[in-house]
């Protein structure tokens, strides 16, 4: 509940209506928002790229541009798909790698994982969002 207290606080989410007793109603737009906050909150963006997205997000819905909406969504459903990938790519190596001395550990990673880690970078660095 706090963290729905500070999105709410902070303008991430939006209460449709107040009660008497100063409850607070969202619609079932605002469940949506929380589960791509929540979404985008595990796979490393900060509130502030949320947001970003966010408010474009609801600017091409505000224009009625659901192609956009809808081709805007895919990629970044499709950025953190690949960014998974990237990172299952990295599990068993790490797994191989445990319990060894860590200076050749971290040359072996160094040496394996460098354009990995890279593409994953540049995959994260520009999305979302692409304004």
Not at 29 to 41: M, Q, S, T
Not at 82 to 95: D, G, H, I, R, Y
Not at 106 to 130: C, I, Y
Request: charged content about 25%; proline content about 4%.
């Amino acid at each position: 509940m706090r963290t729905i207290d500070y999105y709410t606080q902070i303008g991430l989410l939006i209460p449709v209506r107040r009660s008497p007793s100063n409850y607070r109603y969202y619609g079932d737009d605002a469940l949506v928002r929380l589960r791509w906050i929540e979404r985008l909150k595990a796979e490393k963006y900060t509130l502030e790229e949320i947001r970003a997205w966010l408010d474009e997000i609801d600017h091409l819905l505000r224009e009625g541009d659901l192609q956009s909406l809808a081709q805007r969504m895919e990629e970044v459903l499709a950025s953190l798909e690949q960014a998974k990938k990237e990172l299952a790519k990295l599990t068993p190596a790490l797994s191989h790698l445990q319990g060894q001395d860590h200076d050749r550990v971290a040359k072996q990673f160094a040496a394996r994982a460098m354009s990995t880690l890279q593409g994953m970078l540049v995959l994260l660095s520009n999305t979302p969002p692409t304004l």
